[in-house]
């Protein structure tokens, strides 16, 4: 599975923003998550949808302003995110799980993207 994100740029606190995962490669069932990564500190998990997108899970800090979809027909997972504060900025990157669970952990994820630049500025 290769996994491509898109969608980050420069924006102002209080801006939306909507990121994509294309996805390729395979029709394997796999669960997808988006984590990002702020400089100087770890990758952590922001949100997770389960293959057939009947099931979430949000990270606290971003579960009323971050919504994850996933179109299976377009091989498509999106994150929109509203509201966004300057401790949003970081790169974040999308990850396929094979196990096709809800986890929050980096080690979980069998393949991820490239990463795609999110600054919010104050």
């Known amino acids: 599975v290769q996994l491509q994100a898109s969608g980050g740029g420069l924006v102002q606190a209080g801006d939306s923003l909507r990121l994509s995962c294309a996805a390729s490669g395979g029709s394997v069932t796999y669960s997808v998550a988006w984590f990002r990564q702020a400089p100087g500190k770890d990758r952590e998990f922001v949100a997770a949808?389960?293959?057939?997108?009947?099931?979430?899970h949000y990270a606290d800090s971003v579960k009323d302003r971050f919504s994850i979809s996933r179109d299976n027909a377009k091989n498509m997972v999106y994150l929109q995110m509203i509201s966004l504060k300057p401790e949003d900025t970081a790169v974040y990157y999308c990850?396929?799980?094979?196990?096709?669970?809800?986890?929050?952990?980096?080690?979980?994820?069998?393949?991820w993207g490239q990463g795609t630049q999110v600054t919010v500025s104050s």
């Open positions: 949808i389960t293959s057939s997108a009947d099931r979430f």
């Open positions: 990850a396929a799980d094979l196990m096709d669970i809800l986890s929050t952990e980096t080690s979980r994820y069998d393949y």
